[in-house]
């Protein structure tokens, strides 16, 4: 255990200023004597000056300052991030003309500070990589927030588009197919999967420039993707059609036993997972239309009836009147 002890000048005004010393339980093995922190940093003995390693501070490692940075006790500034070019390593010139004390500055400094600042701007952009970052990240960021994709999808995504970059994966392809080929990818890697459709209607791009971008990507970068499972769409399909947390529930069981059936092999997961929806709907009190379920989809209602009962021959489940099985 450590204990903190004060000592400071005599009462003859001794000018020594006061400080703090660090006393441990553990004692000098040659003399007996007490270890205590040394102006250094070293455990030292007060008798016979035996060194015993480093101190160690338990006290506050943050400082507040007059304008309030440190108030909230924040050791470091912001973490570094992919989703900015240079990975927010760097320093940005406030714009509010404003001085330490928060007050105004003149009209000829704040002037002559708005033309550091712009120069400031055009350092930061380095080559031409780094404007096209700046570019892509950009619109990664619109992408994502269009479709309310959170911020690991987005770090993931910055990520990938990244190394195509290195790859040189974009010469020759439009920006907005490599970051909407990025974002699709991050998505099914981190298990919240969105189809080439949904991807390409908020992209600038189509889904099938996006499909042979991320196709290139995966060859080249030899990224593991899973193929997508249709127990990541369930809940995003039932939070569109509203339906209880216990639909979602018999949904995903549905899945999980015919996962290794033969009706898996050659069908779409957006189609499964839809009729799943379907299925567990008219096993419950929330019933909802093909109609519904396919607008929520994406998928037409021909692709749900098929795989519907499809699914209902594989649980030997009466397609007419459907019932929870006993053994679901």
């Known amino acids: 255990m450590l204990v903190e002890k004060q000592t400071g000048g005599d009462t003859m005004g001794d000018s020594k200023e006061d400080h703090y010393e660090i006393e441990i339980d553990d004692t000098c093995d040659e003399c007996r004597g007490t270890f205590l922190e040394n102006g250094i940093g070293e455990m030292e003995c007060g008798g016979c000056g035996l060194i015993n390693g480093q101190a160690i501070d338990t006290g506050k490692e943050w400082r507040v300052f007059s304008d309030g940075s440190g108030s909230e006790q924040e050791r470091t500034g912001m973490a570094p991030t992919y989703m900015l070019h240079d990975k927010g ?18 009209g000829d400094f704040a002037r002559r500070l708005r033309r550091i600042r712009i ?4 350092t930061r952009i380095r080559n031409s990589t780094e404007r096209n970052l700046v570019t892509a990240l950009s619109e990664l960021n619109r992408l994502s927030s269009v479709m309310n994709l959170p911020q690991p999808i987005r770090e993931e995504a910055a990520f990938i588009y990244r190394k195509a970059v290195e790859a040189k994966l974009v010469r020759g392809r439009s920006i907005e197919g490599v970051v909407a080929a990025s974002l699709y990818a991050a998505c099914r890697m981190r298990g919240n999967p969105r189809t080439l459709d949904e991807v390409g209607a908020a992209s600038r791009t189509g889904r099938k420039e996006i499909g042979r971008t991320f ?35 018999v949904a995903s069981l549905i899945l999980r036993r015919i996962d290794n059936t033969s009706m898996m092999a050659g069908r779409g997961p957006t189609g499964i997972a839809a009729a799943a929806v379907y299925l567990s709907s008219r096993m419950s009190e929330s019933l909802r239309t093909q109609r519904e379920v396919s607008q929520a989809a994406g998928v037409t209602e021909v692709t749900i009836r098929n795989r519907y009962r499809e699914i209902c021959e594989a649980l030997e489940i009466d397609p007419e009147e459907p019932t929870v099985p006993e053994n679901l």
């Open 89 to 106: 390593l760097t320093t940005d010139i406030d714009w509010r003309n404003r001085d330490a004390n928060g007050g105004r500055i003149s």
């Open 215 to 249: 196709r290139a990507i995966k060859m080249e970068l030899q990224m593991q993707v899973a193929p997508a499972s249709p127990e990541g769409y369930i809940p995003r399909f039932c939070n569109a059609l509203g339906l209880p947390a216990n639909v979602q529930g």
């Open 119 to 122: 120069q400031h701007k055009r």
